[in-house]
């Protein structure tokens, strides 16, 4: 296929409309995190040129997951509030089966198992009484906006949509957040309270058996603003760069985090696995 001299676009997907040749881009919050914290490693992401690494952290928050969306769907489908007990199965059940995909052991695999078990019983005995699910992993792809040859749309998964109109995400990190910069900076919940059109996101923060709940609030002139941000992208994204701008200034320009780093790219290339 043509693309015009675009061909490192072909993750975007590409849209022929009316005979002209429309450029599409599917953005994800996820991704746009990325990018706002080092361009270059969201390019190198991206176009597939590096990835994540399986992590325990991403075990655990999956785990956790994989255990509440058991729970929304018991309710949804068969009106069944389930038990404890069953829930901390499901959790056992995912480490047991996933656990040999984990490249990166932060915390060994017993006390990861524990804190799953604690999380979910702190969110079983403290959220699930007041939560009554309208749907959970609620799959999204809604069109932004076009302007000239580019049609930018936004997708993600939202993990539980509430019947009170609440939109709640599920956190599992080693330590509860600061609630006045994820009112500030968050990215994902202009995204989702965006793409649902609702007005109100809340965080399940669950870290070592206890919970935090920080509720963020949306308005229009913020959901407006967000969507700015993400045509502020477009320029970078459609450009034909070799590479992106890097960004060394945080937690993030590091081995233990950075893929591009670890796979010897980057500063990786110049600095190796063990520079400090
Ligand atoms: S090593 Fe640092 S500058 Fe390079 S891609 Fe990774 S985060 Fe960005």
């Not at 996820?30 to 390019?43: K, M």
């Not at 604690?118 to 999204?140: G, S, T």
């Not at 109109?165 to 968050?186: C, F, I, M, S, T």
């Amino acid at each position: 296929m043509d693309l015009g001299g675009l061909p490192r676009l072909l993750p975007c997907g590409v849209a022929h409309l009316l005979g002209r040749k429309m450029i599409e881009i599917k953005l994800r919050q996820s991704w746009i995190n990325t990018f706002l914290r080092c361009p270059e490693q969201a390019r190198q992401e991206r176009f597939g040129l590096v990835t994540q690494r399986e992590t325990s952290d991403l075990l655990r928050g999956n785990a956790v997951h994989a255990a509440i969306e058991y729970a929304g769907l018991a309710l949804l489908q068969r009106g069944e509030r389930v038990e404890l007990e069953e829930l901390l199965d499901v959790s056992d059940s995912f480490i047991a089966s996933y656990a040999s995909d984990v490249e990166v052991w932060r915390q060994d695999y017993e006390p990861t198992v524990d804190v799953c078990r604690k999380n979910l019983e702190c969110w079983h005995n403290e959220l699930f009484p007041i939560l009554e699910p309208e749907a959970v992993e609620e799959q999204f792809t809604k069109e932004i906006g076009i302007r000239g040859n580019v049609r930018l749309m936004m997708t993600g998964t939202v993990d539980w949509i509430d019947k009170s109109g609440v939109l709640w995400d599920w956190k599992n990190p080693g330590r509860h957040y600061q609630a006045w910069e994820k009112k500030r900076w968050d990215i994902q919940s202009h995204a989702y309270t965006w793409a649902f059109d609702a007005d109100q996101f809340n965080l399940g923060v669950l870290s070592a058996g206890k919970l935090q709940v920080i509720e963020i609030e949306r308005t229009p002139e913020q959901k407006e603003a967000f969507l700015e941000l993400c045509w502020s992208l477009v320029p970078t994204i459609m450009s034909k760069d070799e590479t992106w701008p890097q960004n060394w200034s945080g937690w993030h320009c590091s081995p233990q985090w950075c893929p591009v780093w670890q796979a010897g790219k980057c500063r990786g290339k110049h600095l190796g696995d063990n520079p400090w």
